[in-house]
């Protein structure tokens, strides 16, 4: 599946951003830049990014041509056609932060996941982030093999594990504690036999199983879309699976005939 935009997060803070028009959506977007600490500037001064939010459609197609003339990415502010660039809706748990884009399609879309978001994400989740930072080293060092470590996260962070992210506490340091349990290293290799190319049609079980493999083996029959919903780093081989294929979690993925 060909992405229609690629998700960034830029780090704006000290630079220039050329800001253009007046009224409630150019306020609107010098809030978020402020938020950024990026500083806002005019058309004639250096930048790598602007805004135009201006609303005489003439006046801003105009700008957006002399912009892109500059080689300058340009967001046009209800003009998704003349996008370089969107802007996303946003749930702010620092140092998380999700975003939600529909390639400037329906920002209603965007705000309204957005507000079902905030509901659900704990105010505090930074903290599991900033806690998982610190813990690191003593990652490294409980599991030392990265393969074993990233399932040691997925499991602890999964649905009613204890680090669960929709959970309203977490204690990294208790999961860390010698006593805890040290899940065992498993070579694990397993068939998925689909009915459906659509991956909405994948069962929880296998849409975890792609999601965590090291590496996925596949016919030439199964769609792109299917493979997308692995890790983006596990390998993907157009073969059948082997008998011994190696450490960690491997899938082998089937279109029913």
Request: hydrophobic share 50%; with cysteine.
């Amino acid at each position: 599946m060909t992405l229609q935009s690629l998700p960034l997060f830029v780090r704006l803070a000290g630079r220039p951003v050329i800001l253009l028009g007046e009224g409630e959506a150019a306020d609107a977007k010098r809030r978020l830049l402020n938020r950024a600490g990026a500083d806002v500037v005019g058309e004639d001064a250096p930048a790598a990014l602007a805004i135009v939010a201006i609303d005489d459609e003439d006046d801003a197609l105009a700008a957006v041509a002399r912009l892109k003339a500059r080689g300058i990415l340009v967001n046009a502010v209800d003009r998704s056609a003349y996008c370089d660039f969107t802007l996303p809706a946003i749930v702010d748990r620092a140092p998380v932060l999700i975003a939600i884009g529909t390639s400037g399609v329906s920002a209603g879309l965007a705000a309204a996941l957005r507000q079902r978001l905030e509901a659900l994400i704990p105010a505090d989740l930074g903290k599991l982030a900033l806690a998982l930072q610190a813990a690191r080293g003593a990652l490294r060092k409980r599991w030392p093999d990265m393969g074993e470590r990233r399932r040691a996260l997925a499991t602890a962070m999964g649905a009613g594990g204890m680090l669960d992210p929709l959970s309203p506490t977490h204690d990294v340091d208790a999961w860390l504690a010698p006593t805890a349990e040290l899940p065992g290293k498993r070579d694990v290799a397993i068939t998925l036999v689909l009915l459906s190319d659509d991956p909405e049609d994948l069962t929880l079980r296998q849409a975890r199983a792609l999601a965590s493999a090291d590496r996925v083996y596949h016919g030439a029959d199964v769609p792109a879309v299917i493979l997308d919903r692995a890790r983006a780093d596990a390998a993907r081989l157009c073969e059948a699976m082997p008998a011994d294929p190696g450490t960690g979690l491997s899938v082998e993925v089937e279109m029913a005939r």
